[in-house]
């Protein structure tokens, strides 16, 4: 098998987690990522540092609108949190082992717990553009094709070489998530499914949106679920929502197409409700 690459060893990650700790008196348990258009939560993020990925060696940067390329540490819900405004993703080019980079830094950073947001379409039919889905799990459809951080030697003090998944998303959160969003009258919006994540960069054939609804998708995206697999095989807690932004055409010949612009447009939109769902839980979470 081949050698882990430097960049990836865990000396590495220790060292860019050190050089962001000296940076800031927080110490955050929890970390969040969040997806296209999603990054104005970090606006609620009080008495914060703000670092550019660009400014941490060996971080994966984003090129994509709507992924600001901010690292924001800071309080949220008064608990500490370290928040990444925007992502970068495998068809920017970057292997999967470097998407593993941020996660593994926030874990030796001492995060334990990760919230992960994303903008994806919808596949699910009933499903409407702005619902928000808590993902209950995933289908890592990129890692049939062999796409995987977790390929490659194995260093046990990331995680094992075999890491369950079969409980990836965090029972407990998604049952607090759930009565908030009753409580504030989001329940005609928020959801419960199974996110898919294709590497993209282009968006589903008419086919492929069938097949994701065959076997069991609710929405598709192009990132999220190898943050995940890292943090679990890390042993953190994991927490996911979908931003419904487009609904997957599954029709042939219809005029309209996907496009980001949309996914943009609908962040924005119901950015104050995801806003509110997240720092709701993270104020009644326990960490
Ligand atoms: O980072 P996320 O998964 O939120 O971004 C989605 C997938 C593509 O990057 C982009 C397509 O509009 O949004
Ligand atoms: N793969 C995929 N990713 C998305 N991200 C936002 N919308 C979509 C979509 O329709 N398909």
Do not use: W
């Amino acid at each position: 098998m081949a050698d882990i690459a430097k960049e990836y060893m865990y000396e590495n990650i220790e060292r860019i987690a050190n050089g962001i700790l000296a940076q800031t008196k927080h110490r955050p348990k929890l970390g969040i990522i969040c997806g296209s258009g999603l990054g104005a939560l970090a606006d609620k993020v009080e008495d914060r540092t703000v670092i550019n990925y660009a400014d941490i060696t060996g971080f994966p940067i984003s090129t994509v609108p709507g992924h600001e390329g901010k690292l924001v540490i800071g309080k949220l819900g008064g608990k500490a949190v370290v928040l990444m405004q925007g992502r970068a993703h495998c068809y920017e080019g970057h292997p999967p082992q470097k998407i593993a980079i941020p996660v593994r830094t926030m874990k030796l950073m001492g995060v334990e717990t990760l919230f992960v947001t994303n903008a994806a379409g919808g596949i699910n039919r009933d499903y409407k553009v702005g619902d928000i889905m808590i993902m209950k799990d995933h289908i890592n459809l990129a890692g049939f094709a062999g796409i995987n951080p977790l390929v490659g030697n194995n260093d046990d003090k990331f995680g094992p070489r075999f890491p369950p998944m079969s409980n990836a998303y965090d029972r407990k959160l998604r049952d607090l998530a759930k009565s908030i969003a009753k409580e504030k009258g989001f329940e005609p919006f928020v959801r419960e499914g199974v996110y898919c994540m294709m590497v993209g960069p282009n968006f589903e054939t008419v086919t492929e949106a069938r097949f994701l609804n065959i076997i069991g998708v609710d929405a598709t995206g192009m990132s999220t679920v190898q943050e995940v697999l890292v943090a679990r095989h890390a042993g953190m807690r994991v927490f996911g929502m979908s931003l419904i932004t487009n609904m997957v055409i599954s029709e042939y010949d219809v005029e309209s197409v996907a496009n980001h612009a949309e996914v943009l447009e609908t962040g924005k939109a119901r950015s104050k409700d995801l806003q509110t769902l997240v720092s709701t839980l993270v104020e009644r979470m326990d960490l």
